[in-house]
């Protein structure tokens, strides 16, 4: 795969920093430039797709993501890499601390149980939106027209929307029971009412992100869009 354009490599510079997208070309970005995809995340990171020698893929003209969008995927990416870290000392020091020393580290299973592994997890769905990462079935929107795919697409994005506000909704309800209740973790005296807000916050945030999602759908025409707009689109 090789990344090509038909304006000069001045001018792609400008086009990126006016924030809009390269359109798809001939002709290398010039003999010092890096090949490949990674020449257009480097120079045009905003770029939507790239070009493929093998018939596949395209630029497409449009504007940078919202900066909220960006802002979101930095978060949630921070954050999550932020708690496996955690855990993964958390673990190790608990194993090191029983095998060297007869003595582990106290709450670690509630900690695990009851605080990471629901933040990883529950991170990680509008991560998967976000990066285009999520499970999509295309067996009947792959055979219709343009038109059609839009639509029902779109209406999918809806249909998430309504959902997930759903899930907002009763996560938030259930999070302000475990408060006035002051949950703990079992028979542990390990307070986890604050981890269950962090249901309705995801689930916000994933409705809002499915709103932008069925946006994007309407406006590019396009049943698959990139909410980034920086990866490569399927040949």
Same mark, same amino acid.
């Given at each position: ?17 006016? %924030? ?7 002709? !290398? ?6 090949? %490949?995809? !990674? ?13 493929? @020698?093998?018939?596949? %893929? ?13 802002? &979101? @995927? ?16 958390? *673990? ?20 695990? #149980? ?18 285009? #990462?999520? &499970? ?25 929307? *309504? ?10 309800? !259930? ?8 949950? *703990?973790? %079992? ?27 069925? *946006?994007?759908? &309407?406006?590019?025409? #396009? ?6 707009? #920086?990866?490569?689109? !399927?040949?």
């Amino acid at each position: 795969m090789s990344v090509k354009n038909r304006v000069p490599f001045i001018n792609v510079r400008l086009l990126w920093r006016a %924030g809009v997208l390269v359109p798809g070309v001939a002709g !290398e970005f010039g003999p010092d430039a890096p090949q %490949g995809f !990674e020449a257009a995340r480097l120079w045009a990171p905003h770029t939507a797709h790239c070009v493929d @020698d093998d018939g596949g %893929g395209e630029w497409r003209m449009g504007m940078k993501p919202p900066a909220a969008v960006r802002s &979101i @995927d930095r978060a949630i990416n921070s954050v999550t890499a932020v708690v496996v870290v955690a855990m993964m000392v958390h *673990v190790t020091v608990h194993a090191l601390s029983r095998f060297l020393f007869q003595a582990p580290l106290p709450v670690t299973n509630e900690l695990i #149980e009851y605080m990471y592994m629901p933040i990883v997890a529950l991170l990680g769905i509008p991560s998967a939106l976000l990066q285009r #990462e999520h &499970i999509v079935a295309t067996l009947f929107t792959e055979r219709m027209t343009v038109a059609n795919a839009v639509f029902f697409r779109a209406l999918g994005a809806v249909i998430g929307v *309504v959902v997930s506000a759903a899930w907002a909704f009763f996560g938030a309800r !259930e999070a302000t029971h475990n408060m006035e209740i002051q949950a *703990v973790a %079992g028979i542990s005296a390990v307070t986890i009412w604050p981890i269950y807000f962090i249901v309705p916050i995801v689930f916000t945030i994933l409705a809002a992100l499915y709103a932008y999602n069925a *946006v994007m759908i &309407i406006r590019n025409n #396009e049943p698959d869009p990139d909410l980034l707009l #920086e990866k490569a689109a !399927e040949s």
